[in-house]
T-cell receptor, first 115, second 112 residues
């Protein structure tokens, strides 16, 4: 199993450009998440999904959009890139469960710079 | 709302010394607690997790953590640091909706 894969690894965008960060998992997990990591701030949840066709906002959703058409894929869209979106983005997935102790598996991250 | 506080954004130890990384949580319900490790330029990996089965939890690479309800703490320890332990460590708490709340992280440096 490849686990959680993310593309691209690095990207530089100009202000106002748009892009999609790709995330795919091959573990048949229903739950998927997008985080951003800024120095000294830990990880902040952007959006998450509990299954195909279902998405919900996290702590910092402004400026981003997501979709979940399949179990495997959970792309994150930036429509109008701003310097404040310079960050490292991580995708994660976990098992569906009625409790909350299941591990999240993380991808290797996408380092995005907006100039 | 649940939260975690990691005391000390940077910790430095000598190789062979005790590692102690501190985490305190805030929760109105019995929490699920996690420690993740992030090596340079990589994603996060689970070190260990507390799910109420035992208060002393053993994880990978010789790390362990003890859940202390009276102190609302879940500190991470390792008896003897290795150079390979140099990384950033994150404490996280579950808010019972399958979302994790992460602390701000502690960067561990190990000196020879």
């Amino acid at each position: 199993n490849a686990g959680v894969t993310q593309t691209p690894k690095f990207r530089i965008l100009k202000i106002g450009q748009s892009m999609t960060l790709q995330c795919t998992q091959d573990m048949n997990h229903n739950y998927m998440y997008w985080y951003r990591q800024d120095p000294g701030m830990g990880l902040k949840l952007i959006y998450y999904s509990v299954g195909a066709g279902i998405t919900d906002k996290g702590e910092v959703p402004n400026g981003y959009n997501v979709s979940r058409s399949t179990t495997e894929d959970f792309p994150l869209r930036l429509e109008l890139a701003a310097p404040s979106q310079t960050s490292v983005y991580f995708c994660a997935s976990s098992w569906e469960t009625s409790s909350s102790y299941n591990e999240q598996f993380f991808g290797p991250g996408t380092r995005l710079t907006v100039l | 709302a649940q939260s975690v506080t990691q005391l000390g954004s940077h910790v430095s130890v000598s190789e062979g010394a005790l590692v102690l990384l501190r985490c305190n949580y805030s929760s109105s319900v019995p929490p699920y607690l996690f420690w993740y490790v992030q090596y340079p330029n990589q994603g996060l990996q689970l070190l260990l997790k507390y799910t109420s089965a035992a208060t002393l939890v053993k994880g990978i690479n010789g790390f362990e953590a003890e859940f202390k309800k009276s102190e609302t703490s879940f500190h991470l320890t390792k008896p003897s640091a290795h150079m390979s332990d140099a990384a950033e460590y994150f404490c996280a708490v579950s808010d019972n909706t399958d979302k994790l709340i992460f602390g701000t992280g502690t960067r561990l440096q190990v000196f020879p």
